[in-house]
Structure formats: structure tokens, C-alpha cells
């Protein structure tokens, strides 16, 4: 099995409530890739509270093989997620795949 985690760093917004809502809204539309992705064995995204730390949105997922992943990364409706809801409000994301 392989874990990927990936938190992003959001720019800023002109409010709070314009902030949440639009982690609401990544969470909702990567969330949903799991029914409609091949091997995704499990999805979930957390959406950080403690304005004292760095990263806003965090996602874990798990697929059984590397090649899983890779075809994730690449499927049209994870492409078209990542440029139309995060891509454009993203000031930085990290990343860590291990294997479990």
C-alpha cells in the first residue's frame, strides 16, 4: 500500500468566511474523487482550525501500488480538481508517498 499526503497553502483571501468556504469546497470536490478514480482505497481531507500553523488543507490517501498513484496524479477529473479549485488559490503545497 501507498500513502500520499499533501498539505497546501492557500493565499490570501479578502475574508475568513471567503477562506472557508473555498477549503470546503477543495475538500468536497477532492473527496469525491473517490468513488469516481480507479484504486483509490481511501480519500479524506482535513481542512486546518489553528490559525497558529502553516498549512490550511491537508488530504491522505492510500492506493494499493505505485502505479495507482501515478495514474491518479494523472486521471483527467484529478487533473482538472487540482487546476480549477486548488491551483488557483495555492501558494504552496508539500508532499510526502511512503509505502505501508
Not at 16 to 37: C, Y
Not at 60 to 76: G, I
Amino acid at each position: 500500500m501507498v500513502k500520499h499526503i499533501v498539505m497546501f497553502k492557500l493565499t490570501p483571501f479578502e475574508s475568513e468566511a471567503a477562506k472557508m468556504e473555498r477549503m470546503n469546497q477543495i475538500k468536497n470536490e477532492l473527496e469525491a474523487l473517490k468513488g469516481l478514480i480507479p484504486n483509490v482505497v481511501e480519500l479524506k481531507v482535513g481542512l486546518n482550525t489553528n490559525p497558529n500553523e502553516t498549512w490550511d488543507v491537508v488530504l491522505e490517501s492510500e492506493f494499493p501500488t505505485w502505479e495507482d498513484l501515478n495514474n491518479y496524479a494523472v486521471h483527467p477529473l484529478h487533473v482538472a480538481c487540482a487546476k480549477n479549485f486548488i491551483g488557483p488559490v495555492k501558494a504552496d503545497r508539500a508532499c510526502v508517498d511512503y509505502e505501508f
